[in-house]
């Protein structure tokens, strides 16, 4: 027994509190998804100049959007003069500029405030100082990533560093040339639970022999209970009747060229922390978005990404989505049955993870040091 | 005449306004003409050099009226009244404007002002 008064096999979790509290999860709010990258859109959900998102990041509403010169620009979706909400629309395309629906402020792609009623009679208004409040953005992986830290830390520590932590080295997820495939299929769940415990389920394997039937034929070694994620540059192997990442192990579409021989036959997963997990297989990419809508709600976004000529010839791709759909069904389920249990006055303190759970344990101290609770353990 | 601007300092497919009164504003199409109206939309005070130029016509950027650079005609409301056209002379690369004589069709309240600021 430790200090903790647990056996030694055991690390305990975060308290119950932490998955149900609002104030928590406006702290979380302020000091992860409104500090750190955050990715918000596919490169092509926004392929045209004009063409544009809003997404809520942290308790914001932010525009995203492609400027003339074919660069990503990320805005506050909030008119400068009198704060109304600049687009109410999830997605679409403008010919030229953004107008406020309430005085016709009007801004052109880059944020300039371009055109507004008696504008000319004020030549004091400085039309960048007037124009939207730009947010810092990024393309990589095909993804738009913004951040709306006045200071943002660095992409490529952050970001880019957790995929090199988990695989080893940057090449790697290189050879997916996840930029240049194209989206095959999209789904959106829509999931009551705490962000936290699904980015915990994505990172523990010790529930597929429970709830996974269909990954662990396809990955046997996940049985053991150790995820992929387990280990640094370790992919899980296929098993060996199995010919490709599909429901029923059938196989699978063309292989990426770029993958590597000892990338081939094996899935990989990474966490990008706070809000994305891609999985690697070698005919296609998985990219979640996880979008935390309230304290016990979370939106997640998953493309099944595949070569280009794959989607444009109408493959079946239906064996190869129902896999990790099922997956993906099958942990959020589990993830909303755990959601009611952390209010419960037995889950005051919370509960417990194994030996095979124990890096969620570095999760935590993570999550507790960007919200400033740090507590001695 | 009222000279405006060097022919070479307006690319084609932008506009310079002058600030007289009424403001007046000289567009260079992309087809290479040069043309001169109230730069007002006679809708609500916005300017028509900021808005978008495409053949002949220029779009209001508040609510997308659109004005014949030729006539001053306008395509469709909300702008229900036409913008007044200018002679425009260009003389050794040097663009004039020459003031039409006819009463500006502009909006209540620029209208409004510019007779407080007359007298």
Redo the contacts between chains.
């Keep these: 027994m430790t200090s903790t008064g647990l056996p030694d096999s055991l690390i305990a979790t975060l308290p119950g509190s932490s998955y149900t509290d609002p104030a928590v999860f406006a702290l979380e709010q302020e000091r992860i998804f409104e500090t750190m990258w955050f990715c918000v859109a596919r490169a092509s959900d926004i392929a045209k100049p004009g063409a544009f998102r809003t997404v809520d990041v942290g308790r914001e509403s932010i525009l995203v959007t492609r400027a003339r010169d074919g660069s990503v620009r990320a805005y506050f979706n909030v008119c400068r003069h009198r704060g109304a909400k600049l687009c109410t629309q999830e997605s679409g395309e403008v010919a030229r500029a953004f107008q406020c629906p309430y005085h016709a402020w009007t801004y052109d792609l880059t944020g300039k405030l371009i055109a507004a009623p008696n504008l000319t009679r004020m030549p004091d208004v400085g039309r960048t100082e007037f124009g939207l409040a730009s947010v810092a953005s990024r393309e990589w992986l095909g993804y738009v990533w913004v951040c709306l830290a006045e200071h943002p830390p660095s992409f490529e520590e952050d970001v880019v560093g957790d995929v090199v932590a988990r695989l080893g080295d940057a090449e790697a997820v290189e050879h997916y040339d996840i930029g240049g495939l194209s989206v095959g299929k999209r789904i959106v769940y829509d999931v009551r639970a705490n962000w936290k415990l699904i980015i915990e389920n994505f990172m523990e394997c010790y529930h597929c022999a429970t709830i996974h039937p269909e990954l662990t034929e396809v990955l046997p070694e996940f049985t053991d209970g150790l995820a992929a994620q387990y280990y640094v540059g370790h992919g899980a192997e296929f098993g060996a009747e199995i010919e490709g990442f599909t429901v029923d192990g059938s196989a699978g579409m063309d292989r990426i060229p770029g993958v590597a021989e000892d990338q081939d036959r094996r899935y990989y997963a990474i966490t990008v922390k706070p809000q994305v997990f891609i999985n690697l297989v070698p005919d296609h990419v998985i990219f979640h978005r996880v979008r935390p809508a309230a304290v016990d709600r979370t939106v997640v976004e998953c493309d099944w990404l595949y070569l280009p000529h794959v989607v444009d010839g109408g493959r079946d791709l239906s064996r190869s989505v129902e896999l990790f759909d099922r997956v993906n069904r099958q942990d959020f389920e589990a993830c909303e049955r755990t959601q009611p249990g952390m209010s419960s006055r037995m889950y005051a303190k919370g509960g417990v993870l194994v030996p095979s759970e124990h890096h969620i344990g570095a999760f935590h101290d993570w999550v507790r040091e960007r919200l400033g609770t740090r507590q001695p353990r | 005449m009222i000279p405006a601007c060097r022919l070479a300092d307006l690319p084609r497919g932008e506009a310079f306004?002058l600030d007289s009164d009424p403001?007046v504003s000289v567009f260079h199409t992309d087809a290479g003409e040069v043309f001169a109206i109230d730069?007002t939309c006679t809708h609500?005070?916005?300017?028509l050099a900021?808005?978008?130029l495409e053949d002949c016509w220029v779009e209001c950027?508040?609510?997308a009226s659109k004005f014949d650079l030729r006539t001053g005609a306008v395509d469709a409301p909300p702008a229900k009244r036409p913008v007044r056209t200018h002679e425009v002379v260009i003389e050794d690369g040097m663009i004039y404007v020459q003031l039409s004589t006819a009463a500006p069709n502009l909006p209540a309240?620029v209208a409004a002002r510019l007779a407080g600021a007359g007298g």
């Design positions: 306004r403001p730069d609500q005070d916005a300017s900021d808005g978008w950027p508040l609510h309240c």
